[in-house]
């Protein structure tokens, strides 16, 4: 990590800190910014979470929930707190404009900004960078940073189940090959603050309302397509569906992974029309690179097999356009179909 030294310095007295992340964070982003809220707590820092948007309900149970402020209810509060803050932390979004209307706040302040990362090609607007595209989450680095700043001590049942939870999901419950020994080693050390895994599991995973359930039996009864020739699937769900189920934000994480898991299925795509704009999710596998497909073709990015978009076409010519890009893209979809079933 970057300049541990020059951070625990500024770090050395009391300061008023904004910790953001990206839009409709997900359990890493607000797991990150929620165990980095309560270490600087009890460093004795003032710090405040502001995500850009809200997110799903499933992860209310982290400790600080109640504190988090989300700028889209609190505008005025979270434009203030921005021009109050002496340290900005920006986790787990590598450009501004994940961050929506918080990227100008951000830009603009005269804050020391520090971003902590683990996607692919990030932005350099901040002061500190500490990124790792090998890191299976950004919670690890949190996680890391503590130790780094030589705060174990300072680490707890609370803060440890946040990162726990972080890693968990963006590891894919340890299935993904991001899953290495280091992975292991954090976990280990979590339980040793009693960390009850299996209670976050279950909170995560195990909390679907009923209408989320029907909306996915829908979506793959009625919206999954398969093209087996080009090794591919996808999900197109308009803003009718959504509001036909009542979706709520979160109903549709995961989603993707339901047509990845498909034999013969090398990159997936859920294609959901939102007002502002369609918005795309990807997964592949293999060492096919949804982060490029994204970042070339739909104004997005992130990881090497999970990356996201958005198209400012309408629903219907942005499934289209992601069909008519995959033929040029056959031929290594197949050699990576033919890597995945041929491990020795």
Not at 66 to 91: G, H, M, T
Not at 161 to 174: H, L, V
Request: aromatic share 10%; glycine share 6%; net charge negative.
């Amino acid at each position: 990590m970057q300049d541990l030294v020059s951070l625990r310095e500024i770090l050395r007295t009391p300061k008023k800190i904004v910790i953001t992340t990206h839009a409709k964070p997900d359990a890493d982003a607000l797991g990150s910014s929620l165990a980095l809220w309560a270490y600087l707590k009890k460093k004795g820092h003032d710090p405040k979470v502001i995500t850009p948007t809200d997110y799903p309900s499933f992860l209310n149970w982290m400790n600080g929930n109640d504190e988090v402020i989300i700028y889209e209810d609190n505008v005025q509060l979270s434009e203030k707190l921005f021009q109050e803050a002496e340290v900005i932390f920006c986790l787990d979004f590598s450009a501004l404009s994940r961050i929506n209307e918080l990227g100008d706040l951000v830009k603009n302040s005269s804050a020391t900004k520090v971003l902590i990362d683990h996607h692919l090609e990030p932005e350099y607007f901040a002061d500190f960078v500490f990124w790792d595209i090998k890191a299976a989450a950004t919670a690890v680095l949190i996680y890391k940073l503590i130790i780094g700043l030589g705060d174990r001590e300072y680490l707890d049942t609370c803060i440890g189940e946040c990162i726990y939870a972080g890693i968990m999901t963006d590891t894919g419950s340890f299935r993904h090959p991001s899953t290495n020994k280091e992975v292991h080693m954090i976990i280990a050390e979590l339980l040793n603050l009693a960390v009850d895994v299996s209670r976050i599991h279950r909170l995560i995973y195990d909390n679907n309302s009923e209408s989320k359930l029907r909306f996915l039996g829908y979506a793959l009864l009625e919206k999954l397509v398969v093209k087996r020739d080009l090794y591919a699937a996808y999900i197109a769900i308009s803003e009718g569906d959504l509001k036909r189920f009542d979706s709520q934000t979160g109903d549709t994480e995961g989603l993707v992974n339901y047509a990845l898991s498909i034999d013969g299925v090398v990159i997936a795509a859920v294609i959901i029309e939102r007002p502002d704009s369609v918005k795309l999710s990807f997964r592949s596998k293999g060492d096919f690179s949804v982060n490029e497909f994204a970042r070339k073709h739909f104004e997005g990015g992130g990881h090497l097999n999970a990356a996201g978009g958005k198209s400012n076409l309408n629903l219907e010519d942005t499934i289209k356009k992601f069909i008519d890009l995959l033929p040029a893209y056959k031929e290594q979809l197949y050699q990576n179909y033919k890597l995945e079933k041929s491990l020795c």
